[in-house]
């Protein structure tokens, strides 16, 4: 795909999903502490799980040196419903005490950095960078960024990592931070998993897969 063609799927997009006051999230943060809580416990849960037990959780631990405190065992039950509780509560609370023992307290805003953190990869470095910090190096690729980004014909690839170097040569800059959050809104909306609502959609015209499945029917 040509980056005129990308970029007027992005413009159909946005004009799709607005970002209503700044808002290009779907988890229940306040600030980067909670952002980078939040988005570790999301990794192969839905954001409505994770929400679900974000008031409970930093009620009693609302800062990092309050969670640096906990042991994971106390923080379990809080997070149980989420999948991978045990092994997620040990990574919540060790990102927190480096917060405190590297950090100064503070969430670390480069890749780099934050990619020493337990339980942070490259994706949920990125959506810490963009979401709590307005710092974009890259663009987040979750299950639905995939699946969108290769129906569309942005990346022949389902490598995570050769999607990201795609999509940020497709697109410039100044929009990376937005392409995470309507690509994600489309997957969910309309190019979902299993049967797709091609009829609604508003890139369909521009769409690879869309045409080979017509050209497989004809």
Not at 178 to 184: G, K
Request: glycine share 6%; aromatic share 8%.
């Amino acid at each position: 795909m040509t980056r005129e063609t990308a970029c007027e799927v992005y413009r159909r997009l946005f004009a799709e999903y607005p970002v209503v006051d700044g808002r290009r999230h779907f988890l229940d943060f306040h600030n980067p502490f909670e952002t980078l809580i939040l988005t570790i416990l999301s990794a192969q849960t839905t954001d409505r799980a994770v929400n679900a037990v974000r008031d409970a959780l930093f009620s009693r631990y609302p800062t990092p040196e309050a969670l640096a405190r906990a042991e994971p065992e106390e923080v379990e039950p809080i997070i149980r419903t989420i999948g991978f509780h045990r092994t997620k509560a040990r990574h919540i609370v060790g990102a927190a005490r480096m917060l405190i023992t590297e950090f100064g307290g503070e969430v670390p805003q480069t890749m780099e950095e934050l990619q020493t953190l337990p339980g942070v990869g490259r994706k949920t470095a990125n959506i810490v960078l963009s979401q709590a910090f307005g710092i974009n190096v890259g663009i987040a690729v979750d299950t639905h960024v995939r699946r969108v980004s290769k129906r569309l014909g942005f990346t022949d690839s389902t490598n995570p990592d050769i999607i990201e170097r795609d999509l940020v040569a497709l697109f410039p800059e100044e929009v990376w931070g937005e392409i995470n959050y309507l690509l994600i809104r489309h997957g969910r909306a309309i190019c979902t998993a299993q049967n797709p609502k091609h009829d609604r959609c508003v890139v369909a015209d521009l769409c690879r897969y869309y045409r080979e499945l017509g050209a497989g029917e004809k």
